[in-house]
């Protein structure tokens, strides 16, 4: 699940994290009530839903079938979760009528006679609903998440149409159920709607079938392997249906006509994704098909199992698009979910990094195969990033965690970002081959089932050997993260590195003094040693042979910590290091030299810095040249407005907008003309307004008019518009 209105987009944002432990949260997570696993007396086996659409009235006649196996004897009470439908008539297996009650939330339904445990019950449902209107955020959801079965009217963008939102409680507005991730049944799907709408669901398709004189389609769909109710959709519109295998997987882009000649563009990786996680994983795909379905009313996307939902500004409208606008990330991390959270489930919604966790941890390790080491070095800190702007501004709390309003409240950056962060670290500590067994060997354990933290750790010593429960209670049952202060001292006498490493968080509130295996790297003029150390103390001391003075002391060789670090260095190894070292470690040491910029050799280097051959580090060095106007040239910045990486461009121009100075406006114009990024054209037009240049106006109405993915032209335009008339 990677719902864009509940989490920022996925961008880049590479400004360095100051220290960022919060003295006081924003948010009193302690208010929340304490949630535990659900009691249930029945397991459901299967669901058969029956869905007459009428788009005319807006209406749903509706009609399922419940078949529960009890877990106990004497069993003479079906209650199920329901909201917003009305029922009008229950009935057993033999078509008598059963008596029943239906009040907010719940359907409470008498059986005829009482059953044993070893007995299947079937109870079947005929309900209602008309023009349905849910309280989202009533469920924890933001108002524009059209919770449960709504009604689409054709807009500009999108077709008249009907689609279903599930996740995570909506299963209960348009069909009765057990409506919590720890029970998965099968299902059919049956839905009946008009002649020139086709309609999708979970599973296979079994049949269609026509009325001409109702003048209907009738679609059966068979979802033969368990799955949770929270994973059911359904969605039916004149979409039109671009087809794609991987070997005899049937993959399917269902897309709004107009944007049949996108649907490659925006999701043609899929095949390779999805083959890509069947070989990492240890566990082939587990379903008949993969659909990705455009619905409006989101962002991001929804994995409802083997048809996932995306929201249609995920579409890529052109060939250009791709360099901002590609959706490789969103496929990549609902992809996953296919193993993470619709085959293995979490089994309470406290255990949500189980998903969404392994399902961003996946996104990052496909972004790592195919965009290589640097982009992969990137990608995980800006997850790092993200969960740490979080602890900042909210809250602080553990990955697993049991108190919360609404299930929704788990779904954050906690779970999402630091989630993934813990899974790379535990993969560096057990190593590739022995984590991905690990994974497997846990996919295959719960394959079709529910499972919680503990069942990871067990599947991991199953496999290893290895007891990693202090790894999982520092990171994932406990809250926060180590924030570190390193001093290190050369002793020529000795020839030894003195690295001294202090944790100073705060442990006040349940952060723990961390566990840390970590590998020190050391450089002298006679090559490269690397020392793997264990912190485990608030203070501890290592000493390394250096038979000269380092050049380099690399503390967390290879980037794998999430923790907040001060190191204590001097100008002359900051220097080495942005020259020298990987490209976490020089955009660290560009950060760093920025308070130093009046030494001799920096801004020199940083210049230096800005031709680097990755464009991270290129942005680094003009972020901090051009903070507080410390020095790169109006020229230089020009160039840098060219530069083959968009990001780069974007960041030139921001820095030249930055200086409003009226003789760069036909420069502006030009790069907006000349751009093939999206965002640099947009760039161009908020740097016209920060000039704030009246003549410009009838320009920037023009520009506006430009269509753009997701309207990032019209929208800087318009900010430009306003930023030179409010000057006034």
């Known amino acids: 699940m990677r719902l864009l209105s509940r989490l920022s987009l996925f961008v880049l944002a590479l400004a360095t994290c100051p220290p960022c432990v919060a003295t006081a949260q924003q948010v009193d997570l302690s208010r929340r009530p304490v949630r535990s696993l659900r009691s249930h007396d029945y397991d ?5 839903i029956q869905l007459a659409i009428d788009d005319a009235t807006r209406t749903v006649q509706g009609e399922t079938t419940v078949t529960l196996r009890p877990l106990g004897d004497d069993f003479r009470i079906v209650e199920l979760d329901s909201e917003t439908f009305t029922v009008s008539a229950v009935r057993d297996e033999w078509g008598a009528l059963l008596t029943f009650s239906q009040r907010p939330g719940t359907l409470r339904v008498e059986l005829a006679r009482a059953y044993r445990h070893d007995e299947i019950v079937t109870v079947t449902v005929a309900y209602r609903f008309s023009n349905p209107q849910v309280d989202s955020p009533r469920f924890g959801m933001p108002a524009n998440y059209r919770l449960g079965f709504d009604f689409k009217a054709a807009e500009a963008r999108n077709p008249q149409m009907v689609s279903t939102l599930s996740f995570p409680q909506g299963a209960r507005h348009w069909f009765p159920a057990y409506d919590d991730p720890d029970d998965k049944a099968t299902a059919d799907i049956i839905v009946t709607t008009r002649q020139d709408h086709t309609a999708v669901s979970n599973g296979r398709l079994v049949r269609i079938t026509s009325d001409e004189k109702a003048g209907t389609r009738t679609f059966h769909w068979s979802q033969e392997q368990p799955h949770s109710t929270y994973l059911f959709m359904v969605a039916a519109g004149p979409y039109a249906v671009v087809r794609d295998t991987l ?9 709004y006509p107009q944007d049949e000649p996108h649907a490659r563009r925006t999701f043609g990786r899929t095949p390779d994704v999805i083959r890509f996680f069947g070989e990492r994983f240890g566990y082939p795909y587990p379903w008949a098909k993969y659909d990705q379905v455009i619905i409006p009313g989101i962002g991001g996307g929804a994995e409802s199992t083997s048809a996932t939902v995306i929201g249609e500004s995920a579409i890529v409208p052109d060939d250009r698009a791709m360099q901002d606008f590609s959706a490789d990330w969103l496929v990549a991390h609902e992809a996953a979910h296919h193993w993470w959270g619709d085959l293995v489930t979490m089994r309470t919604w406290s255990e949500t990094w189980i998903n969404e966790g392994f399902a961003t941890f996946g996104q990052h390790v496909y972004t790592c ?3 290589g080491p640097d982009e992969c070095a990137v990608d995980l800190q800006q997850k790092r990033t993200n969960y740490l702007d979080e602890v900042r501004t909210r809250y602080m709390r553990p990955i697993v965690y049991e108190r919360y309003d609404h299930p929704n409240d788990n779904f954050d950056r906690h779970t999402y970002q630091k989630g993934a962060v813990v899974i790379d670290m535990l993969r560096h500590h057990l190593g590739e081959a022995a984590f991905w067994r690990s994974v497997s060997r846990f996919l295959h354990a719960h ?10 750790v067990v599947a991991i010593h199953e496999t290893t ?5 202090w790894f999982i209670d520092q990171w994932v049952r406990k809250p926060g993260h180590p924030v570190l202060a390193v001093t290190q001292a050369w002793d020529p006498a000795s020839r030894k590195v003195v690295l001294r490493v202090r944790q100073t968080q705060d442990t006040a509130r349940g952060v723990p003094i961390f566990r840390l295996p970590v590998e020190v790297e050391v450089v002298t003029s006679r090559g490269a040693t690397v020392h793997p150390i264990i912190v485990e103390s608030a203070v501890q001391q290592f000493e390394f042979d250096a038979p000269d003075r380092p050049l380099l002391v690399r503390f967390d060789k290879g980037n794998h910590l999430l923790a907040e670090l001060t190191f204590a260095k001097d100008t002359t190894e900051l220097l080495y290091q942005l020259r020298h070292d990987d490209v976490m470690g020089k955009m660290w040491a560009a950060s760093e030299l920025g308070g130093r910029i009046g030494e001799p050799g920096v801004r020199d ?14 942005e680094r060095a003009v972020t901090v040249l051009t903070t507080g106007g410390q020095g790169i040239g109006t020229d230089r910045l020009r160039e840098l407005a060219i530069d083959p990486s968009s990001r780069m461009r974007v960041a030139a121009l921001r820095a030249l907008g930055a200086r409003r ?5 036909p420069f502006y114009r030009e790069r907006f003309e000349k751009d093939d990024s999206y965002l640099a054209q947009a760039e161009a037009l908020r ?3 920060m000039v704030r240049d009246l003549a410009s106006l009838p320009w920037l109405a023009q520009a506006a008019a430009m269509a753009s993915p997701r309207n990032v032209i019209r929208v800087a335009a318009e900010r430009a518009r306003d930023e030179i008339t409010g000057a006034r």
């Open 44 to 48: 459901v086996q299967h669901y058969r």
């Open 447 to 456: 394959a079709f089932g529910s499972a919680d933290t503990n069942d990871l």
């Open 247 to 255: 070997g005899t997987l049937p993959i399917s882009y269902w897309v």
């Open 687 to 689: 740097a016209v307004g």
């Open 465 to 469: 050997g290895k007891n990693v429960a």
């Open 661 to 665: 100075e009226a003789a760069l406006l």
């Open 605 to 618: 280097a940083l210049q230096v810095a800005t031709t680097d051959a990755f464009w991270a580090v290129r």
């Open 369 to 371: 195969h195919v965009r």
